[in-house]
């Protein structure tokens, strides 16, 4: 079951490019070199974000401006693939698989299959960079990450309301990382989230404010790409398998709009060996950081903040 869920993570669709280029025209963006930080901007269903940023270590501040919680997930493909190898050859076996998933009621095992059957030999090598956690409509949340040169692509695999993948709706588009390197340097954080296979640590003071974490992959499990973190503020009588469930993409209501809970971020998908830091800020109350594909309950942490 983990080696399926782990493919939860992982679909991919063509932009829809012209809905992009309208939406540029009415919002811009630009990246800040002297600090390495640049803001991305998400809507219903979009990204604005500078075309090209230097490479290095780089804050993304990234606003929900749509009606929709999103988030922001980073792929690297190999080098000499392009946006439209990534669209071409992962969209048309994760579309099908989620089809017959949502329409045709095959087996999450059976999807698998037919998913490991389809899938381009190079799509083993894509490397996933991080992101955000998912935050709701309105809301801001930054992250910090070690950004390698080359062509990245961006994407938020949401579901609406009607069970429509937001990458599908055109939640996907490319940004190119420049050879030029910034001296810029992670922020201190005060709270560390070490994962390894399938455990999760926190380490650190958690209080109610605004704080940084850090969240290193010491381990990820054998056939995984590696380890995410979500943050949902939940209330005292939340089911957190029913929040297990709904963080399985291949569950039909899985990811999909409503919610059950308020999500306050986290940090996406980084390898192993790598560290990325994300923003949170915490209000009293009870608060589940999970991971979004194991489906272990061992890779989260029920907490309360008083």
């Known amino acids: 079951m983990k080696v399926i869920l782990k493919f939860t993570l992982l679909f991919a669709v063509s932009a829809a490019l012209i809905h992009q280029l309208s939406y540029a025209q009415s919002h811009s963006t630009e990246a800040d070199h002297s600090d390495h930080s640049i803001t991305i901007l998400a809507e219903d269903y979009a990204f604005q974000t500078p075309d090209e940023i230097p490479s290095g270590w780089t804050t993304i501040e990234f606003t929900n401006e749509g009606n929709e919680d999103h988030f922001l997930f980073i792929a690297k493909p190999p080098e000499g693939k392009t946006f439209d190898d990534y669209a071409s050859g992962v969209l048309n076996p994760f579309n099908d698989v989620w089809y017959a998933l949502r329409d045709d009621g095959i087996s999450?095992?059976?999807?698998?299959?037919?998913?490991?059957?389809?899938?381009?030999?190079?799509?083993?090598?894509?490397?996933?960079?991080?992101?955000?956690?998912?935050?709701?409509?309105?809301?801001?949340?930054?992250?910090?990450?070690?950004?390698?040169?080359?062509?990245?692509?961006?994407?938020?695999?949401?579901?609406?309301?009607?069970?429509?993948?937001?990458?599908?709706?055109?939640?996907?588009?490319?940004?190119?990382?420049?050879?030029?390197?910034?001296?810029?340097?992670?922020?201190?954080?005060?709270?560390?989230?070490?994962?390894?296979n399938f455990e999760m640590a926190i380490d650190g003071d958690l209080t109610p404010g605004k704080h940084t974490f850090s969240v290193h992959v010491a381990e990820h499990p054998e056939d995984g790409f590696g380890h995410n973190v979500h943050v949902a503020r939940v209330q005292p009588d939340t089911d957190v398998n029913e929040v297990?469930?709904?963080?399985?993409?291949?569950?039909?209501?899985?990811?999909?709009?409503?919610?059950?809970?308020?999500?306050?971020?986290?940090?996406?998908?980084?390898?192993?060996?790598?560290?990325?830091?994300?923003?949170?800020?915490?209000?009293?109350?009870r608060y589940l950081f999970v991971s979004e594909y194991t489906g272990h309950l061992g890779v989260m942490k029920d907490i309360a903040i008083e």
């Open 108 to 196: 999450q095992e059976d999807a698998f299959g037919k998913l490991v059957e389809s899938l381009p030999e190079w799509f083993w090598s894509v490397e996933f960079i991080g992101g955000t956690g998912i935050i709701p409509a309105g809301a801001t949340t930054q992250i910090t990450l070690n950004l390698k040169p080359g062509m990245h692509i961006l994407e938020c695999y949401m579901k609406t309301e009607d069970g429509e993948m937001h990458n599908v709706e055109g939640m996907m588009r490319d940004i190119n990382v420049a050879d030029s390197k910034s001296d810029a340097s992670p922020p201190d954080a005060e709270i560390a989230i070490i994962l390894s």
């Open 244 to 285: 297990l469930r709904y963080m399985n993409f291949m569950e039909i209501d899985g990811l999909q709009t409503p919610p059950p809970v308020q999500f306050i971020g986290g940090m996406h998908i980084i390898p192993q060996g790598e560290t990325g830091y994300f923003t949170a800020d915490l209000e009293p109350g």
